[in-house]
């Protein structure tokens, strides 16, 4: 389709126009036709359109008519405006009174074009602009509407709209806008055609009427929606006025349980590549039930690198093998909720199915109803209950645990003792959504008491009815079995306190007035700090959301800020009295650090804005900047490990690895701004610049209620790994930032992990600049630590990494057209911010050095030739075994001792060397063969053993590498 102009030609060669101006004389016919119609096409893209649609009162005539006669498939959204009414372009005159209206000055878009153009002088530019105008508007083009003073306001006139059947090229350019307009007056379309959508709009709309998608999630929650929805999915001719029409398509979430009926499917359409064989085997697995056949197309994205990687090597994914699933059980977090889990079983605590049962709700303070305070005392015989039934659990894994210096038994009976504790601050979460609701009901009781107006009281019945719902929700009253958030045992996974591998810990809620009543829809921590964020948009159930405030506790938000320190330096957080930085011992100052006030992520408020159309393109989500910074444990939970990975003699990566740490994530605010919200602490509104300015506006004198600019935080417990460069790579941006991806996509592919599950960033300023992976999956996965610990970890995901990037093992380029990077190989629709700086060339090197490197761990914070020197130091000097047994270690990429000669006061002798935590090591030479020295050793090394400690003997006469591998298990990496 193409729109003319009615009466165009006649004015372009008539000689009034050409009067106007002397370059109009002297232009041909077409080249004034394409001038005009750049004119004409601004006033129709601009809805400046004089026409009865767009007046208000026919568009309230029309809502009137669509809301008595259409369904909901067809009518208007009654929830959101999504009339138009038309625009009007200004010539402004000499009066000061503002009018609104897009303007025709010079400095406007119109005024730009044509004084480049027709290279008009700007003290004529008024008058040739009125001339044409007047002519447009006499040949009944535009229309001139009534002044108001002296400025004039013109429309395009509906009338001369000329709707032409197109020939199937593509839209001409529009030189206003395109950058690609050159000093020539030219329309030519140069812009490539998608032969898909030039198929799809010529061929007849009519197939695509009876099209509907719905979703079919957790997050359906009206209630009985989803059973409704299942039965128009599989509808039956009887069910047909009762159900309306049959739904033709079901949007499900990957596991597709949730009641849908699956033994009869025989075709799965998966939108993207599974993250992993063993997803994909699940995923397919749902067709072909029964032993009739399944059909299952997988699309692979063009813009997404995991797509095209399994696209390319589809085999892999199809028929690959499935990994076992990875769990770090060596996460504090994770073995403290399962001893909570222990607790609670002993405790028998009658929760129900409602948190009411432990919470008394007739108290301000929502305080333990007292006979379950009561219950949370323990009695000496039932800790010791609890406690042997955590012993019997851990058993299996005492050897690995205790190899953290975390765990210990005060550390069992620690988390016992605090199990009260943390259950009743459990808690905190839910007394806060719980009172900001009752705060809201008796609001809008208040608000209807003081309405004068029917609008008015049903405003405020309409909050009251919401404020209710939300309690009901929280009490768990007449709920569906699908809005299960707030079941005890859920909500209590959900908080961390019990293990929930289903549930998000610690998620931000959001409320979501949605229909006659509403829900709460929960988003991981890591994810809502961006999704959840102040005007960010998101879509839920065929609606589009934006988040327009913080739900406020009574009180304020002013608990949940909090100061932090951030280094500069090395972006890790300290607390606001620290001097010295606890990651990199800086000292700090005014340039290396700032202490800054953060709002830890409330719950928040969202706003319904519109109906989910195919204006996709109008999908805006506004820019935020996020950084984090990290901090190490400072409890002793998690033991920091440090290696070296060594490339041809030289260490090219310095690898610091720290388990527990704590990573905080900080939204800084909107990426053109970067200085935090503006938030109102009572009452948890967000609000603009624009706004802010107009609330000072409004009053002469400041308001009572605090509006504080403060940045959003949410934090979490997580494995995180420091990479930190040769100097020469850390100074090249591209080189950093290309190698961050090669590894990151390495160790997914290599451990086969979900894209979501690892993190990496660049973290740090100079020499203390690295690269920062961070497992984001719940209880982490342990894949950082192999990374330290395993010689050839590395080595093995760089080696995936040079597939990836389009390398052979032996540095050739496999795809020359690949001039740096791109969607099969590095990049990807979250790291376009970054694509110019990506350049897989600049790594190939350093890949093919890395893929034969090997790691070095350090040892009791050394590193290993440092290690090995100190080891050597403290030998005896009479004993050639011991520096013989060092050197064969050492050369053989063995694991070195971690000390040697240390003192055992218990047993009241010295090993020759020692291994964390209890293995001795004696170098047995031949004074060990004499009678009364082999008694001595038998009695010392029975004491050993009673004492708990293992004992290796090495002797003389033994080949040293044979003795070596007999206990593999201890000297091997």
Same mark, same amino acid.
């Given at each position: 389709?193409k729109?003319?102009?009615?009466?165009?030609?006649?004015?372009?060669?008539?000689?009034?126009l050409?009067?106007?101006?002397?370059s109009?004389?002297k232009?041909t016919?077409?080249d004034?036709?394409?001038?005009?119609?750049?004119l004409?096409?601004?006033f129709?893209?601009?809805?400046a359109i004089?026409?009865?649609?767009?007046?208000?009162?026919?568009?309230?005539?029309l809502?009137r008519?669509?809301?008595?006669?259409?369904n909901?498939?067809?009518?208007?959204?009654?929830d959101y405006?999504?009339?138009?009414?038309?625009n009007?372009f200004?010539?402004?005159?000499?009066s000061p009174?503002?009018v609104e209206g897009l303007?025709?000055?010079?400095?406007s878009?119109i005024g730009?074009?044509?004084?480049a153009r027709?290279?008009l002088d700007k003290?004529?530019?008024r008058?040739?602009?009125e001339g044409?105008?007047?002519?447009?508007?006499?040949?009944?083009?535009l229309f001139?509407l009534?002044?108001?003073?002296?400025h004039?306001?013109?429309?395009?006139?509906?009338a001369c709209?000329?709707?032409c059947?197109?020939?199937g090229?593509a839209?001409s350019?529009d030189?206003?806008?395109?950058?690609?307009?050159?000093?020539?007056i030219?329309?030519?379309?140069?812009?490539?055609v998608?032969?898909f959508?030039k198929?799809?709009y010529?061929?007849?709309p009519?197939n695509?009427?009876?099209?509907e998608?719905r979703?079919h999630?957790a997050?359906?929650?009206?209630?009985?929606?989803?059973?409704?929805?299942?039965?128009?999915f599989?509808?039956?001719a009887?069910?047909h006025?009762e159900l309306?029409?049959?739904?033709?398509?079901?949007?499900?979430?990957?596991?597709?349980?949730?009641g849908v009926d699956?033994a009869d499917l025989?075709l799965?359409?998966l939108r993207?590549v599974?993250?992993?064989?063993?997803?994909?085997?699940?995923?397919?697995?749902?067709?072909?039930?029964?032993?009739?056949?399944?059909?299952?197309?997988?699309?692979c994205g063009?813009?997404?690198?995991?797509d095209?990687?399994?696209f390319?090597r589809?085999?892999e994914m199809?028929a690959?093998?499935?990994?076992p699933?990875?769990?770090?059980l060596?996460?504090d977090a994770?073995?403290?909720?399962h001893?909570h889990a222990v607790?609670l079983a002993?405790?028998r605590l009658p929760l129900?199915?409602s948190i009411?049962t432990v919470?008394d709700t007739?108290r301000?303070?929502l305080a333990?109803?007292e006979?379950v305070?009561?219950q949370?005392r323990?009695?000496?015989?039932?800790r010791?209950?609890?406690?042997e039934?955590?012993?019997?659990i851990?058993?299996?894994d005492k050897?690995?645990l205790?190899?953290?210096?975390?765990f210990n038994?005060?550390?069992i009976e620690?988390?016992?003792?605090e199990?009260?504790?943390?259950f009743?601050r459990?808690?905190?979460?839910?007394?806060e959504?719980?009172?900001a609701?009752k705060r809201?009901?008796h609001?809008?009781r208040a608000?209807?008491?003081r309405a004068?107006t029917?609008e008015e009281?049903?405003?405020?019945?309409?909050?009251?009815?919401?404020?209710?719902?939300q309690?009901n929700?929280?009490?768990?009253?007449d709920v569906?079995?699908?809005e299960?958030?707030?079941?005890?045992?859920?909500?209590?996974a959900s908080?961390?306190?019990?293990p929930?591998?289903?549930?998000?810990?610690?998620?931000?809620?959001?409320w979501?007035p949605?229909?006659?009543?509403g829900?709460?829809?929960s988003r991981?921590?890591?994810?809502?700090?961006?999704e959840?964020a102040?005007?960010?948009?998101?879509y839920?159930?065929?609606?589009?959301?934006?988040c327009?405030a913080?739900?406020?506790?009574?009180g304020?938000?002013e608990?949940?800020k909090?100061k932090?320190r951030?280094c500069?330096t090395?972006?890790?957080?300290?607390?606001?009295?620290?001097?010295?930085?606890?990651?990199?011992?800086?000292?700090?100052r005014?340039?290396n650090?700032r202490l800054?006030?953060?709002?830890?992520?409330p719950n928040i408020?969202m706003k319904?804005?519109?109906?989910i /159309?195919?204006d996709?393109e109008?999908?805006?989500r506004r820019?935020?900047k996020?950084?984090t910074?990290?901090?190490?444990d400072s409890?002793?939970?998690?033991?920091?490990q440090?290696a070296d990975?060594?490339?041809?003699?030289r260490?090219?990566?310095?690898l610091?690895y720290?388990?527990?740490?704590?990573?905080?994530r900080?939204?800084l605010?909107?990426?053109?701004e970067?200085t935090?919200?503006a938030?109102?602490?009572e009452s948890?509104e967000?609000?603009?610049?624009s706004?802010l300015?107009?609330?000072?506006s409004?009053?002469?004198k400041?308001e009572?209620r605090v509006?504080?600019r403060?940045?959003?935080a949410v934090?979490?417990?997580?494995?995180?790994?420091?990479?930190?460069?040769?100097?020469?790579?850390?100074q090249? /941006?591209t080189?950093?930032?290309?190698?961050r991806y090669?590894?990151?996509?390495g160790v997914?592919?290599?451990?086969q992990l979900?894209?979501t599950?690892?993190?990496a960033e660049?973290?740090?300023d100079?020499?203390?600049?690295a690269i920062?992976?961070?497992?984001?999956?719940?209880?982490?996965v342990?894949?950082l630590?192999r990374l330290?610990?395993?010689?050839?970890?590395?080595?093995?995901?760089?080696r995936s990494?040079?597939?990836?990037c389009h390398?052979?093992?032996?540095?050739?380029d496999?795809k020359?057209?690949?001039h740096?990077?791109?969607?099969e190989?590095?990049?990807n629709f979250?790291?376009?911010l970054?694509?110019?700086?990506?350049?897989?060339?600049?790594?190939?090197?350093a890949?093919?050095?890395?893929? /034969?490197?090997r790691?070095?761990?350090w040892?009791?914070?050394?590193?290993?030739?440092?290690?090995?020197?100190w080891?050597?130091?403290?030998?005896d000097?009479?004993s050639?075994l011991?520096?013989?047994f060092?050197e064969?270690l050492a050369?053989?990429g063995?694991?070195?001792?971690?000390?040697a000669?240390?003192?055992?006061?218990m047993?009241?002798?010295i090993?020759?060397?020692?291994?964390e935590p209890n293995?001795?090591?004696?170098?047995d030479?031949a004074?060990h063969?004499?009678?009364?020295q082999?008694a001595?050793?038998?009695s010392?090394?029975q004491?050993?053993?009673r004492q708990g400690?293992?004992?290796?003997?090495?002797?003389?006469?033994e080949?040293l590498h044979?003795?070596?591998e007999?206990?593999a298990?201890v000297f091997?990496q």
């Open positions: 389709m729109v003319e102009y009615r009466g165009l030609d006649e004015v372009c060669q008539s000689s009034e050409i009067e106007l101006d002397t109009l004389a232009a016919f077409e004034r036709k394409l001038l005009l119609r750049v004409l096409d601004h129709r893209r601009k809805r004089h026409a009865e649609v767009f007046s208000q009162t026919f568009q309230q005539q809502r008519r669509a809301e008595q006669y259409l909901e498939f067809w009518g208007l959204d009654p405006d999504e009339l138009r009414p038309a009007q200004l010539l402004e005159g000499k009174r503002e303007k025709l000055g010079e400095r878009l730009r074009f044509l004084l027709l290279k003290t004529n530019y008058q040739f602009l044409l105008l007047d002519l447009l508007v006499r040949h009944g083009i001139r009534e002044s108001i003073e002296d004039r306001l013109y429309q395009l006139d509906a709209l000329r709707w059947l197109g020939d090229s839209p350019v030189p206003l806008y395109s950058r690609r307009a050159t000093g020539e030219s329309l030519e379309s140069t812009r490539p998608n032969a959508f198929k799809f010529q061929a007849e009519a695509l009427a009876a099209l998608a979703e999630t997050q359906v929650v009206r209630p009985g929606e989803r059973e409704r929805r299942e039965h128009r599989r509808l039956n009887s069910d006025k309306g029409r049959r739904l033709p398509y079901l949007v499900c979430s990957p596991t597709m349980e949730l699956i025989d799965v359409h993207n599974p993250p992993t064989p063993a997803n994909y085997a699940q995923r397919s697995g749902r067709a072909g039930r029964q032993g009739q056949p399944g059909l299952i197309l997988t699309y063009a813009f997404n690198s995991h095209q990687y399994f390319r589809r085999a199809v690959g093998s499935v990994r699933p990875r769990l770090d060596t996460n994770l073995l403290k909720a001893i607790w002993h405790l129900s199915n009411e919470i007739d301000e303070e333990l109803k006979h305070a009561e949370l323990l009695s000496e015989a039932k010791t209950a609890i406690k039934s955590v012993h019997q851990l058993a299996s050897e690995m205790t190899a953290n210096s975390w038994e005060r550390w620690q988390v016992i003792d199990a009260g504790r943390e009743d459990a808690f905190d979460r839910w007394r959504l719980y009172r609701a809201q009901l609001a809008a608000e209807e008491d004068r029917r009281q049903e405003k405020a019945k309409a909050k009251q009815v919401e404020a209710r719902h309690l929700l929280l009490l768990q009253l569906m079995r699908e299960g958030d707030f079941y005890p045992y859920r909500y209590l908080e961390g306190f019990l929930g591998y289903n549930f998000p810990a610690l998620p931000v809620r959001a979501v949605r229909g006659v009543e829900e709460f829809i991981p921590r890591f994810l809502a700090i961006r959840f102040p005007r960010s948009l998101f839920h159930e065929g609606s589009r959301w934006e327009i913080f739900q406020a506790p009574p304020g938000l608990e949940r909090r932090k951030l500069l090395c972006q890790a957080f300290s607390e606001p009295e620290a001097e010295i930085c606890s990651a990199c011992q800086s000292q700090f005014g340039d650090s800054t006030t953060l709002l830890d992520l408020r319904r804005r519109a109906r /159309t195919a996709e109008e999908r805006q820019g935020y996020l950084q910074y990290f901090q190490f409890a002793g939970r998690g033991r920091i440090k990975v060594v490339c041809q003699g260490a090219a990566l310095h610091t720290a388990a527990a740490a704590t990573i905080l900080l939204n605010g909107w990426r053109s970067a935090g919200f938030v109102d602490l948890g967000v609000l603009t610049s706004e300015e107009e609330r000072s409004r009053y002469h400041p009572r509006v504080e403060l940045m959003l934090q979490t417990t997580q494995n995180l790994l420091l990479v930190r460069l040769l100097p020469e790579w850390r090249d /941006t080189f950093e930032a290309t190698l090669a590894l990151k996509r997914e592919e290599a451990f979900e894209e599950e690892l993190v660049s973290v740090g100079k020499e203390h600049r920062l992976f961070y497992e984001a999956a719940e209880g982490g342990g894949v630590r330290v610990e395993a010689p050839e970890a590395l080595s093995e995901i760089s990494a040079l597939e990836i390398f052979d093992k032996d540095g050739n496999l020359p057209d690949c740096a990077a791109c969607y190989c590095l990049l979250g790291n376009q970054e694509a110019l700086q990506l350049n897989r060339h600049k790594i190939r090197q890949l093919l050095d890395l893929a /034969t490197s790691t070095e761990a040892i009791q914070g050394r590193a290993k030739e440092e290690h090995l020197k080891l050597r130091s403290l030998t000097p009479r050639e011991e520096r013989r060092l064969v050369e053989g063995y694991r070195l001792p971690d000390e000669q240390k003192p055992i006061p047993v009241r002798c090993p020759d060397f020692f291994y293995i001795c090591v004696f170098c030479g004074v063969d004499k009678p009364e082999v001595i050793d038998r010392i090394r004491e050993l053993y400690y293992r004992v290796i003997v090495i002797r003389y006469d080949d044979r003795q070596i007999k206990f298990e091997k």
